[in-house]
């Protein structure tokens, strides 16, 4: 988390810099004429930085993935430069109706007129003069339904088929919003360093953008497959689904996800690969019971059922880690683990690093506890349960208490977000350090 704060702060940092030094001593003023118009055009610039750098991550390109650290958490990035956007896009609206001002008293009308002689960057020529009114009318409007899609994508209620088809609208939303900079932009300096930047966004975002809206983002990690098995555990709620590959797969690590489509209509999913990858075209995924569409999933698929999966993505890479490793896992949170824990047990030799696996379920997870324990049996792991209603509620200090060396140790954390914070904040409190402490952040909306 801390990466993704740091990168988020320095975009931001780099957007107002790049403006200020842009702006002509006169323009730095705080008269309200000049003020106005440097609001008016920094929260215009702003919002549209943010969409751009949003519209890049929606790409899903391995080496930003890569870069971040995962893509849950480039998913969270881009959920923050939304919210971004639409705060500066508002901002940027209420700064362009500056008259309340004028109404409430705090200003004369007059106060917002360009002083006579003054000659700023506001003033140089526009070819983009003959559409200036279109730009501003399609982007006023395009202002109004991003602010509307930014509400539907928090309303955590709003259901995620709907969620996933607005979101495409955002491609279109974008272009508009480019042709409005496009067309507007014209009246500060293009070759300024802000110009540059801007001419830069619009070169990276505008292609981005058309890969959205024509749905080719992930293309080239998709492949194809039907369903081989299919299994119900009653008790968990859980909808275990093999498929096995008709079209090549570059493989996965233990720890990975993919997005899997099962019905055109409703879009992708991700789902973590529960299985490892033995070369065989097999995949499995488990799949709980947390939303309306995983609930009607064991009555909608049936084996033989088409498949196509993008992926793999994730860097829950335990895997490429050297030293003691402990696993810590809350209710499905258990699946990245499950891919890890069958390679190791089918693995000769000597296996390292030592592992243990703490892992806090319900009494209904039955079959998954099972499983569970027959696989660590046959890797040799320790396995440390925490049965809800049985054992006491899994713990930092029951934890701590285990593993002597915990604070030698690398923690991988998947589980709810608030459970991991809660274990983290304890593991940490009393010495381990946060950089050891590896978290999959389950929310990617």
């Not at 960057?121 to 399609?138: G, I, M, R, W, Y």
């Not at 379920?361 to 099972?370: F, M, N, P, Q, V």
């Amino acid at each position: 988390m801390k990466r993704i704060k740091w990168i988020f702060i320095f975009l931001i940092t780099l957007g107002t810099a790049l403006y200020w030094i842009s702006l002509t001593e006169v323009e730095r003023t705080l008269t309200p004429w000049a003020l106005r118009k440097s609001v008016l055009y920094y929260t215009g610039i702003m919002s549209f930085f943010a969409m751009t750098v949003g519209v890049i991550l929606a790409m899903r390109l391995r080496l930003i993935e890569n870069w971040i650290g995962g893509l849950d958490k480039h998913y969270r990035l881009h959920k923050w430069l939304g919210i971004t956007a639409a705060l500066f896009a508002f901002a940027h609206w209420l700064s362009k109706k500056y008259n309340w001002l004028v109404e409430l008293g705090v200003y004369e009308r007059g106060d917002f007129a360009t002083p006579k002689g003054t000659i700023d960057f506001f003033q140089h020529p526009n070819f983009f003069k003959p559409v200036e009114s279109l730009a501003k009318d399609l982007g006023e409007w395009a202002l109004y339904l991003l602010l509307i899609l930014a509400v539907l994508a928090l309303w955590k209620k709003f259901p995620y088929r709907y969620f996933f088809k607005t979101h495409r609208i955002l491609a279109i939303i974008y272009l508009i919003l480019a042709f409005h900079t496009l067309a507007l932009f014209g009246k500060i300096d293009w070759l300024s360093p802000i110009g540059l930047f801007v001419a830069a966004l619009l070169i990276a975002g505008v292609p981005a953008a058309c890969i959205s809206l024509f749905k080719k983002i992930g293309s080239h990690h998709r492949t194809s497959g039907v369903i081989s098995q299919l299994k119900f555990h009653e008790d968990g709620k859980v909808t275990e689904v093999e498929v096995t590959l008709t079209s090549p797969w570059e493989g996965h690590k233990e720890g990975q996800f993919a997005f899997v489509t099962f019905d055109a209509k409703e879009g992708h999913h991700p789902f973590t690969l529960s299985s490892s990858w033995k070369n065989d075209a097999k995949l499995t995924f488990l799949i709980k019971q947390l939303g309306d569409y995983t609930r009607t999933l064991n009555h909608t698929l049936k084996v033989g059922d088409a498949v196509t999966i993008e992926g793999p993505y994730g860097k829950f890479d335990f895997s490429s880690e050297s030293g003691p490793q402990v696993w810590i896992a809350g209710g499905i949170g258990i699946t990245p683990f499950l891919s890890r824990l069958e390679a190791l047990a089918t693995e000769q030799g000597p296996q390292s690093p030592s592992i243990a696996l703490f892992y806090s379920a319900r009494t209904s997870d039955y079959a998954l506890i099972k499983l569970v324990q027959q696989l660590t049996r046959q890797a040799g792991i320790p396995l440390h349960l925490s049965i809800s209603g049985e054992n006491p509620p899994l713990t930092a200090e029951i934890i701590r208490a285990a593993i002597s060396n915990i604070n030698d140790c690398t923690v991988w954390f998947c589980g709810s977000t608030g459970f991991g914070e809660a274990i983290k904040q304890g593991l940490c409190k009393e010495g381990l350090a946060s950089r050891r402490f590896h978290q999959e952040l389950f929310e990617m909306r």
